[in-house]
């Protein structure tokens, strides 16, 4: 089985960001337990008595708000960095998954439907060329916890049984699972994912995004796992 880890960057009803992301991660799930323990030991860098309490989140860490306002910045943008480069470190068949659009572009629709509907097709067409290929999985999606919870569950159901604009899910074990953040390492390092791709558009700065831009979905030199509008 496949588990994809997701999360947003960039606020849908904020009109002074231009951009929206859903982006995230796609682990075998043998993987997830070694990256946690590898984001977890990130962590106790900061807070060695208790690393739990530290969340690795890509704005907060950038600029220096909350717990992380005594860190130098330079220390800050090199956790990032780390954070990002132990996905590069795992197996080759994990994937980067993301969405991005220009809210002005697709308006009026919902920029988290538009990009939920881009990210679950092409995860599910990740699952099809590993059938193809002799290699049978599932997969399963898992969100933060957010006012999109609903939406999100709707959406998956129709995709499911009637369909979306590509075809229909088919490879899904189950409606998307909603996480605290707090919780979970993934759903942090999907967090700092899609902050990459944002700040790659919104902000022209393609520091984060350059560690990852090697891990999207691709397939004969085609990128499948990255979605731009």
Known sequence: MYLLYLDESGSVKDASQQYFVLAGIALFERQ?????????AIAARIDPADPGSVELHGAPMLNGHGMWKNVPRADRI????????????????????????????ISPDDPMEHCFEQVSSRFDQYLMRLHRDGDTQRGLIFFDKSNAEFTIQRLTHQFRSVGHTYGRLRNLSEVPAFLDSRASRLIQLADLVAYAIFRAYERKDPTFFDIIKGRFDSE?????GLYHR
């Open 32 to 40: 997830p337990h070694w990256l946690a323990e590898k984001l977890e």
């Open 78 to 105: 090199a956790l990032i960095q780390e954070a990002l480069s132990t996905f590069n470190a795992t197996h080759s068949s994990n994937r980067v998954f993301g969405a991005v659009v220009r809210k002005a572009a």
């Open 220 to 224: 004969g030199g085609v990128v499948h």
